[in-house]
């Protein structure tokens, strides 16, 4: 049973999860915030 936790700050996923779309990936994110900082990081790494 893996945790889910946020792939951004680690935090635990609890009901609030925002899936974030990166190339083939689904990555779950806690909020908002985590889902812009990850679009972010990627955009640059492309
Ligand atoms: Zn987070």
């Known amino acids: 049973m893996a945790e889910r936790t ?3 700050c ?3 996923l ?3 999860v ?3 779309k990166i190339g083939d990936q ?3 994110v806690c909020c908002e ?3 812009d900082k990850l679009r972010e990081a990627t955009a640059k790494s492309a």
């Open 14 to 16: 609890e009901a609030t």
């Open 18 to 20: 925002i899936e974030v």
């Open 33 to 35: 915030e985590c889902a």
């Open 26 to 28: 689904t990555v779950e």
């Open 6 to 8: 946020c792939a951004v």
């Open 10 to 12: 680690d935090d635990k």
